[in-house]
């Protein structure tokens, strides 16, 4: 079903709450205050029934200059606009600045209600309707109806009514499978009941029972309960104006402009990119680094504005820009703005979010340029393309994407899926997680490892790998061991390099003996042979090789790399065949008794207790024997 919101604009004391009270029977002046002065202060809330059965919700927002935060607030969320001009006074400075603080935030529907249409005659009306004309040039209202109405008198209230449900069947539905959203604008408490926060739920649904989340922050709560138009709901809808009363949170936790939504599912942000758009009449040319007010959603927030590609902005023109906060918020790509002076406060103009989560920006730079431009016109799959391309070195994954663009973690998997398949990016799943990168930052990623092994492999020719752990540190330091190790994975799968044991070589490497280097060779694996169980230590065995000694110690750990000489601990060495011997040995003494120690094994192999135990401490750590106080048995 279809959520439809409402909303008032318009001049102080244009008539916009009497409109409402006639249409609704219901007064949305609250406070005491507005009553007394007949003036609204406050956003006001109702909903009205519509002919066709839709029932919609209504945003009375204040006229008076001093209110225009409270304004903005309320426009957030509009499905449809009764722009409101008193015919006694026509267009007023706030009419300009209501009409311009919509365009802006992109609001598509509305009309024009004359009101107070009894106080003058018709030449008159005549001359305000042509006024109105030439204000609403060039913004979504041009060419939109123009209604007289009485409010006290009832004078053209049902072309009123028939008009919005008429634009209520053209408003677009809102998509109810998006990240749930609620901009808090109103919060109290009831005895009783506890905390609760008012808004316009601008995307998604919430649910009784759901565990929720104040951004920015860490303050979670429970929705105790939801009423929409005073009616209790088991869940909501986005469109709809909602009271969520929330278990869990003080009221004093939570301010306007907060967002109410799921745990984890929003990142705190100080920084974002924009497409800014002054407005034509504005008195002011900003400068870059401007200090000015930024409202979005239902917040406030002071801000510095970096130009991207010059040193001001003229009224009228528009740039890429990157605002940076004074406190963080959470928002979303395509979310519009407001921004207004610092002081005096006016508003100067707005625009809409490019990224809500960017790095800082360098000025006058033709890539970032780009990059924006991109993120401007592109489509979700193009814009997911480019986040990813510029956090590539963190592996993301589709949790974190989630969260960074403010999308449902099924929606991005959708979108990687699309981007796998025109081979823009590479994804790999790790347990439950599916991680990206973009395939430039593979091809980069994997031309480094290439290179790297081959000046390895040059330097090194007797070694047959840098160890996996090495070129972990060096390429892949910023992701989880695990992860890493499902791209070396990869990398083996795509023939590009392979594993032995612990080292990473190129595919088809293979250490290779020079002639003296194999005579080398041959007398090491000859002398340990020869001396069995009872090796002697290492550097012994290097002085009796009458060649070069370093040329020696070369050879001598490439036998250990590849395994023809196993290290037991420090300068103990066996060689491969008397270590499979001496596991034999174990096993045929262990099935006759059951067990073996250190004595036994030294009196089996004729040896010392040093090396006896060296090689039983061995056999533990490789799991191929467990021991039981002085004992060992076999897995």
Known sequence: MKHIIIGTAGHID??????????????????????????????????????SGKRAGIIDVPGHEKFIKNMIAGAIGIDIVIFVIAADEGVMPQTKEHLAILDI?????????LTKQDLVDEEWQELVTEDIGNAVKGTFLEGTEII?????????????????????DEVEERDNTDMPRLPVDRIFSISGFGTIVTGTLISGTFKVGEEIQVFPGNKVGRIRSLQVHDLDASIVYAGQRVAVNI???????????????PIGSMQETSMLDVKLRLLKDIPKIIENRARLRLYIGTKEVLCRVVLLDRENLSPGENCYAQLRLEESIVAKRGDKFILRFYSPMFTIGGGEILESNPSKKKRYDEKVLEELSIKEKGESKEVLEKIIKDRSSEFPSAKELSVITVMPQEKVIEEIKKLEKDNKVLAFQQGKELFVVHVDYYQLLKNSIINELKNYHMKKPLKPGISKEELRSKYLNKIKPKLSDSFINYLISEKIIEQNGESICLKGYEVKYNEMQEKIRHEILKIYLEEGFTPSKKGEIVE??????????????????????????????????????SIEKAKLFVKSNGYITVSDFRDILNTNRKMSMALLEYFDQRKITKRIEDRRVFY
Do not use: W
């Open 14 to 51: 244009h008539g916009k709450t009497t409109l409402i009270r006639a249409l609704t029977g219901r007064n949305t002046d609250r406070l005491r205050e507005e009553q007394e002065r007949g003036i609204s202060i406050e956003l006001g809330f109702t909903y009205f029934d519509l002919p």
């Open 105 to 113: 935030l992109g609001i598509k529907k509305g009309f024009i209600a």
């Open 148 to 168: 007289p109405v009485s409010s006290t008198k009832g004078i053209g209230l049902d072309k009123v009514v028939e008009k919005i449900d008429k634009l209520a």
């Open 247 to 261: 278990a869990g949170l003080k009221k004093s936790e939570i301010v306007r402009g907060d967002v109410i939504g």
């Open 544 to 581: 009796k090789i009458r060649y070069n000694i370093d040329e020696v110690e070369q050879v001598f750990d490439s036998l250990v790399d590849n395994g023809e000489i196993i290290k037991l601990k420090e300068d103990l060495f066996i060689h491969k065949d008397m270590f499979l011997e």
